[in-house]
């Protein structure tokens, strides 16, 4: 038997207006502001009869010219990449120093952090790692031809050497330089606000941002604004065990109340206090951005796994309902607000998770730690020698995870809004310069004005029964050119 949230039943004509698709002007409003905001001049989002809506090209795009760099709305960087990777935590830049995201590799990797487990060591790194106060005007910092080295990585990876201590150590706190090091400047790294150990940032207004934006909610630090910050660790620590999709459904209503609260205490500065505001149009007004996003169920949306049988499906589902719930559960206890109370219903948060399932986009940052050994790779034989009598042994100590990259998961609003085609004219693509968590969209092919900007859900070189079947997950038949052409 289904799990009744008593919140469903509680506010069920609150949880349809949330849930009403907003009007096509209204939709075309927020995405010309959008669009105006960030300066995508070449773009335009326009309603499409047959899929909603799309992205069109207002000027011809050559191959290989940027098309969208676009701002996640909400993102995530997976809890085990954190052991690999100290990056933003609201940009996802790298941050830091070679040498600290090196050492810091070599220290979590001591204490016996691994990708699989070991989250809560990447969290809390040691004294001598102080980072920069973001509350603090200053902005300190922690510190004041490639097929060979692939082999060499790859090598060493069987039989990782471990290093001295004090060597780690010397790289933490600043004292060891690397040569060449400073052919890769990274931005200082910065505290929490809030005075967690989890979350960094590579300025001022990156942490400011992300204060204003979610984390003042979701900060486990003393300032931290949650009303439970127990249960919020619980919720944490659930996301972690589970499905770290939780944990951007937690960024979004996060982001909701926020805003809510902001638009409530300018109409209250209007009003000269005198009235108090309606709830619902508020809160409305704060859901704006989610709104426009389409979304479904989770657990009537997601994939079947492989090793589950149609047989099974009902069951599986409703397990994933039963997960959602109790995960939801956790959030409520850590931040609920009687006048938000819609936002903690299950089908809200079923439909926000299941909004990320159908629109999110790997976000994906290339380390500079991988660039740098690359680079020393490349130099001239003498110079090389010498370099790698201190580069070598670190190179052996990381083995193949010396090149891993940022890795999360993240919304974009317009990305989102681009349509499939198993023949796009533009894809997802990082291109050398792309250093941080945006979004990129590159045209593989030339786009002619007026034309629409479509992508691939899927890997376009699958056959065109394996490209359906994926694409059935998203609640569609594909009837592009090319699945057309290879019906029999």
């Keep these: 038997m289904d799990t009744v949230c008593p919140i469903d039943v509680k506010c069920p004509s609150q949880i349809s207006a949330l849930l ?34 799309g992205v069109y090209a207002n000027l011809d795009f050559e191959e290989g010219e940027l098309v969208l760099k676009d701002q996640m709305l909400v993102g995530s960087q997976h809890p085990s990449n954190k052991i690999d990777c100290l990056v933003c935590s609201f940009c996802f830049y790298f941050i830091g120093s070679i040498e600290l995201q090196i050492g810091r590799k070599l220290y979590l990797k001591s204490l016996g952090a691994s990708t699989s487990n070991g989250c809560d060591k990447a969290m809390h790194i040691p004294k001598y790692h102080g980072a920069a106060d973001s509350s603090s005007e200053k902005d300190d910092s922690f510190n004041n031809g490639h097929q060979n080295l692939d082999e060499c990585a ?12 004090e060597v780690v150590e010397s790289l933490l706190n600043g004292e060891m330089t690397l040569p060449h090091s400073n052919k890769f400047p990274l931005p200082s790294a910065m505290a929490c606000p809030g005075g967690c150990a989890e979350a960094y940032y590579c300025s001022k207004s990156c942490a400011e941002a992300d204060w204003e934006s979610s984390h003042s909610l979701l900060c486990t630090g003393q300032r931290s604004e949650s009303p439970c910050k127990e249960a919020l660790l619980k919720f944490i620590q659930h996301a972690a065990e589970t499905n770290d999709i939780f944990l951007l459904a937690a960024k979004t209503i996060a982001f909701t109340l926020l805003r809510y609260r902001k638009l409530k205490a300018t109409h209250l500065k209007e009003q000269d206090q005198k009235t108090a505001p309606a709830v619902l149009p508020l809160l409305l007004e704060a859901w704006k951005p989610i709104s426009v996003g389409y979304k479904r169920r989770w657990w009537d949306c997601i994939s079947l796994p492989d090793d589950v049988d149609y047989s099974d499906e009902t069951a599986f589902r409703m397990e994933i309902r039963e997960l959602a719930f109790r995960s939801l559960q956790l959030l409520k206890e850590a931040l609920f607000d009687e006048e938000c109370e819609p936002l903690f219903s299950l089908e809200i948060y079923g439909n926000i998770i299941g909004m990320f399932e159908l629109n999110n986009l790997d976000l994906v940052v290339a380390s500079p730690v991988e660039d740098y050994f690359l680079y020393i790779d490349d130099l001239p034989h003498p110079e090389k020698r010498k370099a790698e009598e201190i580069t070598q042994p670190l190179l052996d100590a990381l083995g193949d995870d010396y090149s891993v990259c940022c890795q999360g998961t993240a919304f974009y609003p317009l990305q989102s809004c681009m349509n499939h085609s198993c023949c796009p004219n533009s894809k997802a693509f990082k291109r050398d310069e792309d250093r941080d968590g945006q979004a990129t969209i590159i045209a593989c092919r030339p786009i002619c004005k007026g ?38």
Excluded at 24 to 51: D, M, T
Excluded at 154 to 162: A, D, L, P, Q
Excluded at 478 to 486: S, T
């Design 451 to 488: 034309e629409e900007v479509t992508i691939s859900y899927v890997d376009d070189e699958l056959p065109l029964e394996e490209r359906r079947a994926l694409l059935a997950d998203y609640g569609f038949k594909c009837e592009c050119a090319k699945c057309l052409e290879e019906e029999p």
């Design 154 to 165: 790859s090598s060493s990876s069987g039989n990782k050497v471990s290093l001295p201590n």
């Design 20 to 53: 009403r698709p907003p009007s096509p002007p209204q939709v075309q409003e927020y995405y010309e502001k959008l669009i105006a905001e960030r300066e995508c001049r070449g773009l335009q989002v326009k309603q499409n009869c047959y899929l909603g809506k």
